[in-house]
């Protein structure tokens, strides 16, 4: 029923940034995990991060080891999109990043625990 789309992914020379967004259309995604997940080739889909409701009007977040200190996901409900801003980037950041969705309402770091996956973009960091 929900439909993502990831935007914002391009070629960047490390230590370069980027945001990628993740548009929700279809219902309103504002009481859902909503994660971040990234697949370089060769490679098995691993997490990045992820946004969950910890409260009515709050919100929790979780990373990555890999990611902590230099990304930084957030959402607006008022958009309906998530955003991941990227920063430092390096080489080892190369991969198709992809958004997704949990129903369910907890802590989610898995890739079986989404439901709905928006089609990727690809990020890019040369050296």
């Known amino acids: 029923q929900v439909q993502l789309v990831e935007s914002g992914g391009g070629s960047v020379q490390a230590g370069g940034s980027l945001r990628l967004s993740c548009a929700a259309s279809g219902r309103s995604i504002s009481a859902y995990t909503i994660g971040w997940f990234r697949q370089a080739p060769g490679k098995e889909r691993e997490f990045v991060a992820s946004i969950r409701r910890s409260g009515s009007n709050t919100y929790a977040d979780t990373y990555a080891d890999s990611v902590k200190g230099r990304f930084t996901i957030s959402r607006d409900n008022a958009r309906n999109t998530v955003y991941l801003q990227m920063n430092s980037l390096t080489p080892e950041d190369t991969a198709v990043y992809y958004c997704?969705?949990?129903?369910?309402?907890?802590?989610?770091?898995?890739?079986?625990?989404?439901?709905?996956w928006g089609q990727g973009t690809q990020v890019t960091v040369s050296s």
């Open positions: 997704a969705l949990s129903r369910a309402m907890i802590r989610a770091t898995n890739v079986y625990e989404y439901d709905t």
